[in-house]
């Protein structure tokens, strides 16, 4: 006679099936990286974090040589290596990115003397301290006169802006030239000299800028 198996050991198998498959489908929905992929993906999680400042505020207009469009577009790279980097993603690529990321600081870096809202907002503190001290006694010179830095400060107040859309289209370019093609790197440059050149506002915030740091600098022993 065939064997019939009880309601009761037909329950128990039915309860240990819905079990296996439960836990089944828990490791198949949310696929776990490894060991050395989660190792990889912490790495590229230290390089979002060391570029977090980079990707301006969207809440307020961000200085032209933060190259915002640039650095956006770096951290949106970054942060999907942080999600879906595998150990294959942790040797010359990691390392190609950083190199990128330093080349375009150190290029951040140099557009900053042609960024008269950084020169304003980098020299408004230290000019207003310069004017709420005494005068300073330089070893060489003069110091300069505290109506002639106020008057500074109002031009970069007034100018600074206006200096920022006269070089636009350099601000542009410096957005998108190849960092890796020198040549570029020189022509952008060598065109944000020329907008300033034919900009009255650039022009009047640079003197500006030179007096400011004149005065500030006989602060220092």
């Not at 951290?75 to 690529?93: E, L, N, R």
Request: charged share 20%; net charge negative; aromatic share 4%.
């Amino acid at each position: 006679m065939p064997f019939a198996p009880s309601r009761r050991s037909l329950t128990a198998v039915a309860l240990v099936a819905l079990a296996l498959g439960a836990a089944g489908c828990g490791n198949g929905d949310v696929a776990q990286p490894d060991s050395a992929d989660a190792s990889c993906r912490a790495q590229w999680k230290d390089l979002a974090d060391s570029i977090a400042t980079r990707t301006p505020d969207t809440d307020e207009p961000a200085q032209p040589s933060a190259l915002a469009d640039r650095w956006n577009t770096v951290a949106a790279g970054v942060q999907y290596y942080v999600t879906s980097a595998t150990v294959k993603d942790c040797g010359d690529t990691l390392s190609n990115q950083r190199l990128s990321i330093d080349a375009l600081i150190d290029f951040e870096t140099g557009l900053q003397a042609f960024d008269m809202e950084y020169q304003r907002d980098q020299l408004t503190g230290p000019a207003q301290a310069y004017l709420d001290g005494a005068l300073p006694e330089p070893k060489k010179g003069k110091a300069v006169p505290k109506a002639k830095v106020t008057e500074a400060l109002d031009v970069l107040s007034a100018q600074a802006t206006t200096a920022s859309t006269d070089l636009q289209p350099g601000w542009q370019e410096a957005n998108e030239v190849d960092l890796a093609d020198r040549d570029a790197v020189q022509q952008a440059i060598s065109d944000l000299t020329l907008l300033g050149k034919h900009s009255t506002a650039y022009q009047e915030c640079q003197i500006a800028v030179d007096t400011i740091r004149k005065a500030i600098s006989q602060l220092i022993d």
